[in-house]
């Protein structure tokens, strides 16, 4: 480790152990292009750019490590080179592409179209280095995959926003980019969209993406080239032409969609994957054979979540509308429990972001 990121953690430390003694909150942010996620958080920020830059990269061993300040795009570049890539998909929501960082990709633990047919971000974390309420430094895992005992602490950060303590470094598993790649579309009702989409996830296709819109369902598949010319045969459908700027659209979240009035809120719906047709008024959008379902709404907050619970899922206000109401759905008592009990080990004196997730912790 050079001087320099040496002193910087240092930096982390003391800023960690000042407000510990203080009782003061911390903001932990990236290129904050991800900052509107979430409860709303108040308290100095602490900015983790500075501490920067790719450790080790092994393309033959598919396993990447870097500092929790490095931009998403540079990874992606130099993944990029060696035809590899995070398979996650995982979302920059920046304009420009330099904002996003590994940090802040792991607490969010966002993934994009390919999250369903390859695994999550939780999924491809090897390892990861910590900093705590206490400023110690901790390490979890390691840049291989093995069985581990208790709580593979390194993945519970995947989505923890940031309430855990500071992520300092993160080993991640990459994965070669597929040697083919192309999209079918195919005229179809929501209800027929996600009965196919649910039937061909039974079969051996190799399928890359979903989504269904205002009638039409796209397909990606991706893999060998053989294997995609097969289901292509088998599928039918329409080929459309170049369709890498649709799935980076449902990635970054720039498809027209999005782009709705969000006075009610974007909610974003977490289901069974063969959950029928909801009965919700409003504006949606399916992807991941049927399990991610995003809905423009006027119906109450009230009205959705209920929906969604009794269809076995549940329901994030993910952007837009009144957080005041609960951006996440209320946890049972017995895992709000499991969640206290992480974050007093963690972060005893409560400054790390809080109230991000929960108005209680």
Same mark, same amino acid.
């Given at each position: 480790?050079?001087?320099? &990121?040496?002193?910087?953690?240092?930096?982390?430390?003391? /800023? $960690?152990?000042?407000?510990?003694?203080?009782?003061?909150?911390?903001?932990?942010?990236?290129?904050?292009?991800?900052?509107?996620?979430?409860?709303?958080?108040?308290?100095?920020?602490?900015?983790?750019?500075?501490?920067?830059?790719? $450790?080790?990269?092994?393309?033959?061993?598919?396993?990447?490590?870097?500092? @929790?300040?490095?931009?998403? =795009?540079?990874?992606?570049?130099?993944?990029?080179?060696?035809?590899?890539?995070?398979?996650?998909?995982?979302?920059?929501?920046?304009?420009?592409?330099?904002?996003?960082?590994?940090?802040?990709?792991?607490?969010?633990?966002?993934?994009?179209?390919?999250?369903?047919?390859?695994?999550?971000?939780?999924?491809?974390?090897?390892?990861?280095?910590? &900093?705590?309420?206490?400023?110690?430094?901790? %390490?979890?895992?390691?840049?291989?995959?093995?069985?581990?005992?208790?709580?593979?602490?390194? /993945?519970?950060?995947?989505?923890?926003?940031?309430?855990?303590?500071?992520?300092?470094?993160?080993?991640?598993?990459?994965?070669? /980019?597929?040697?083919?790649?192309?999209?079918?579309?195919?005229? #179809?009702? %929501?209800?027929?969209?996600?009965?196919?989409?649910?039937?061909?996830?039974?079969?051996?296709?190799?399928?890359?993406?979903? @989504?269904?819109?205002?009638?039409?369902?796209?397909?990606?598949?991706?893999?060998?080239?053989?294997? *995609?010319?097969?289901?292509?045969? *088998? #599928?039918?459908?329409?080929?459309?032409?170049?369709?890498?700027?649709?799935?980076?659209?449902?990635?970054?979240?720039?498809?027209?969609?999005?782009?709705?009035?969000?006075?009610?809120?974007?909610?974003?719906?977490?289901?069974?994957?063969? +959950?029928?047709?909801?009965?919700?008024?409003?504006? =949606?959008?399916?992807?991941?054979?049927?399990?991610?379902?995003?809905?423009?709404?006027?119906? =109450?907050?009230?009205? $959705?979540?209920? =929906?969604?619970?009794?269809?076995?899922?549940?329901? +994030?206000?993910?952007?837009?509308?009144?957080?005041?109401?609960? *951006?996440? +759905?209320? #946890?049972?008592?017995?895992?709000?429990?499991?969640?206290?009990?992480?974050?007093?080990?963690?972060?005893?004196?409560?400054?790390?972001?809080?109230?991000? &997730?929960?108005?209680?912790?």
């Amino acid at each position: 480790m050079t001087t320099e &990121m040496t002193t910087q953690l240092q930096d982390f430390r003391e /800023r $960690i152990l000042h407000a510990a003694e203080h009782g003061s909150a911390l903001q932990i942010r990236g290129g904050g292009t991800k900052s509107w996620y979430g409860q709303a958080v108040e308290g100095e920020v602490l900015d983790t750019r500075a501490y920067r830059g790719i $450790i080790a990269y092994e393309p033959t061993e598919l396993v990447l490590t870097a500092r @929790c300040g490095t931009p998403l =795009s540079e990874i992606e570049s130099v993944l990029a080179e060696q035809n590899q890539m995070l398979a996650f998909e995982p979302p920059h929501f920046s304009q420009s592409g330099q904002g996003a960082t590994l940090g802040g990709m792991l607490s969010a633990g966002l993934s994009g179209p390919r999250r369903p047919y390859v695994g999550a971000v939780r999924d491809f974390v090897l390892g990861a280095t910590l &900093m705590d309420g206490k400023g110690q430094v901790l %390490e979890f895992g390691g840049q291989v995959m093995k069985n581990v005992a208790g709580y593979d602490v390194s /993945r519970l950060l995947a989505g923890a926003m940031g309430s855990l303590g500071l992520v300092v470094n993160v080993s991640v598993k990459v994965l070669p /980019r597929p040697f083919a790649e192309t999209t079918l579309v195919f005229a #179809l009702s %929501e209800a027929d969209a996600i009965r196919k989409m649910n039937q061909w996830a039974g079969q051996a296709l190799p399928i890359s993406g979903s @989504c269904w819109h205002v009638g039409r369902l796209m397909l990606r598949l991706s893999g060998a080239e053989a294997a *995609v010319r097969a289901a292509k045969h *088998v #599928l039918g459908g329409e080929e459309v032409q170049d369709a890498s700027t649709y799935w980076h659209s449902l990635r970054e979240q720039t498809h027209d969609f999005f782009s709705q009035d969000e006075e009610h809120g974007l909610w974003r719906l977490s289901l069974p994957s063969t +959950t029928g047709p909801l009965p919700l008024t409003g504006k =949606s959008l399916i992807e991941w054979g049927g399990a991610q379902r995003w809905l423009f709404s006027d119906e =109450s907050p009230t009205t $959705i979540r209920t =929906s969604a619970i009794a269809a076995g899922g549940h329901a +994030t206000l993910f952007r837009g509308g009144n957080k005041n109401l609960g *951006v996440f +759905t209320p #946890l049972s008592t017995p895992l709000f429990k499991i969640h206290q009990r992480l974050k007093e080990a963690f972060d005893p004196a409560g400054i790390f972001n809080p109230g991000r &997730m929960y108005k209680d912790f």
